[in-house]
């Protein structure tokens, strides 16, 4: 066993294991498996209940932060992070996860990583992969690291330290503009001929997104997740046509579920939450229901909101059409199932979007010594061990003893 | 925040929390919270996902033991167990968990509460609650606590420490009887009088059960699982025919579900297991189906399976009767859903059962500083923070910093 250094921290919605990059590192030089192959195992990956691990065998409570120090000054801290398999061996690296970046912020002021100021702590973060900038900043009273915070976000009833989550300069992260078609609406026709188009604003500003007028569908964009549902099979087959149309995807290419985000966009109306409370339509200023993969989202993922948000500034778009209030477009309450998010678009003198803000939260659940096996071999179901064959351990094993059954 | 030390281990198919019983008392002094609400905030049990917590958000990673130094010359370790509620903030302190008992043990040469021999160490613990007495048998080569093993029981194929789990003197635990009628087979009539009464033998070791003849339904007590589920609403019925014959419940209580444990035994066939596997007549002595509440059991409760190879060395009993070979009624091998179980029934020389021994695994996952909060008021959902109503920090909080969002 090799004693790897984790810490489990809430991010919003969800729970994310960091690690500490020289940490991670001296794990895969001890125990002689690779970097997915340490995360799996210490999370018990090859079990889709994760029960020989810390995972929490479900997709937001199985997820993962790598951090280090930043070596440029645009950063204090750059991660990567990681989605990690459930019954399945293996990590995804490729996406952002805007919760464990606000779990990631509260981590490194706790780990020493940035200077924790009087008043404020601004932590400036990278997301490696995709070279995304983030900033946290963190209420740090008398110049301390917080443990409690009494913020909440959509979807948990869970307190936390209170974290202002900014998405720097997210215009045109993966197409280079914020409208990749040059047009602030496009008609997307469906693979049937004979229905109308459906108009959508093609958006690039944390995340592509392809956002729809409700109205097309029969919607308003306010109504319960159970009648959302029936028209996600229709936004996921528009997913496909968005794709092609910003150019993220060609003809031959296969079909990405995840990319651009899609979902409908739509006036105020009085609704209730999925927790039963009642929002009223002033309360709001745009209704949005938006698909997670082939499902409602029961929110909204954050860097969809981001491109909501600046979509919504876009004169003629969407989103701009359905706002009732159009005098301040930089402070958009965007009215999801679970209730009313609030998102803050800055500006440079430009006009240009400097910054997006999401009021989040985050709690440190743990810190934890995560102790890895060395080596893993498959055993056959059921069998008993005295039938595996012996392995042979490791001449770095110095501290942990393997025992064989002696019966 | 409070700072709780704890251990993840698994034991066999279980994820157990295990608490030093001094630590858990500081955390309940330092919080100003009782000891089930310590453990509920500690799993994040107010959310049915266990969002905010370090439980598992399912029965069997969601469990918890308070382990101490027992005070008696009887035993080493005295523990309780805990099942911690998932989308419920209570304990539920009554049942036995196997699974933990093993992992208790392996914590417990760890954490230095029995003296580590060289070559096998026995942990002797104590449910405080029923005062049923375990041993725990565990490999220490070289007199060091070992780390890591190469067993595996059935229900994952994860590799642990081997643990030889015996439960000490189990015969009549319940009722203070082996055959709590003194008889070994009863006629269970079925509510409707017009069907055939059912033949079974009702035994009190380990657990109570009603072990009936699969032949009385038309099975083999080989079967599938999916298969087995079409007589599960039978069987919940007779287990209450059962707990009335066996005076553990009067006509006017209200049914037990979880007692007796009820199931069916045949004789061995060539079965598949869930896994896939062939499993030939030979290689077992018994074949079993049991429930575990309302549904299918996959494996066997070990409870369960104690007083199955308990019932079938009674002559004359539903399981005796089926069984192929009676010579060495001592070791018998349960062909269950998942695989084969070996049970071993230990005999003073009177032949009173001594002791049953079953086969199982543990492996240490973490050892853990819990951060458990001072006081968690319920947030409405989805509500900001700034709508919260100002909390006074407790004087104990001298290490915490609480922030409220400042924005």
Chains 1, 2 share one sequence.
């Not at 008609?187 to 604003?201: C, I, N, S, Y």
């Not at 031959?252 to 995840?258: A, K, R, T």
Request: overall charge positive; hydrophobic content about 45%.
């Amino acid at each position: 066993m090799h004693d790897l250094r984790a810490t489990l921290v809430r991010g919003g919605t969800s729970k994310c294991w960091l690690f500490g990059a020289e940490d991670l590192h001296e794990a895969i030089l001890a125990t002689g498996l690779d970097r997915d192959r340490v995360l799996t195992t210490a999370f018990g990956s090859a079990d889709r209940r994760q029960l020989d691990g810390v995972g929490g065998a479900t997709a937001t409570t199985s997820k993962a932060a790598i951090v280090h120090r930043a070596v440029t000054s645009d950063a204090d801290v750059e991660y990567e992070f990681a989605q990690v398999g459930i019954g399945d061996e293996r990590v995804e690296w490729n996406s952002n996860c805007g919760n464990c970046a606000t779990a990631v912020a509260l981590y490194a002021v706790h780990a020493g990583l940035v200077r924790v100021a009087r008043g404020n702590t601004t932590v400036r973060l990278r997301h490696a992969r995709s070279g995304a900038l983030l900033t946290a900043v963190i209420p740090t009273p008398y110049g301390i690291a917080p443990d409690e915070g009494r913020a909440v976000v959509l979807g948990t009833e869970a307190l936390g330290v209170p974290v202002d989550l900014g998405f720097e300069s997210p215009v045109g992260s993966s197409t280079g503009h914020l409208l990749p078609t040059g047009r602030p609406v496009e008609l997307l026709q469906r693979a049937d001929p004979w229905t109308e188009p459906v108009p959508a604003t093609l958006v690039d500003a944390g995340t592509a997104a392809a956002l729809m007028d409700a109205e097309a569908f029969g919607l308003s964009g306010s109504e319960t997740l159970a009648a959302f549902t029936s028209v996600v099979p229709l936004l996921t087959e528009l997913r496909r046509r968005a794709a092609l149309t910003m150019g993220l995807a060609g003809p031959e290419d296969p079909v990405l579920h995840s990319i651009p985000k899609v979902g409908v966009v739509g006036r105020p109306r009085t609704y209730r939450t999925t927790g039963g409370r009642l929002v009223r339509a002033d309360e709001y200023d745009l209704a949005v229901r938006m698909v997670s993969m082939h499902a409602p989202h029961p929110v909204i993922g954050l860097t969809a909101a981001v491109a909501v948000a600046v979509a919504a500034s876009v004169p003629g778009s969407v989103p701009a059409r359905h706002l009732v209030d159009r005098s301040a477009p930089d402070r958009l309450r965007l009215g999801t199932p679970a209730g009313v998010l609030t998102v803050n678009v800055e500006r440079a003198a430009s006009g240009r979007v400097r910054r997006v803000v999401l009021r989040r939260a985050a709690r440190r659940i743990a810190s934890a010594t995560l102790w890895v096996p060395m080596s893993r071999p498959t055993a056959p179901a059921g069998h008993p061990a005295t039938a595996l064959p012996a392995i042979r351990r490791r001449a770095r094993t110095t501290t942990a003893v393997s025992v064989t059954p002696s019966h």
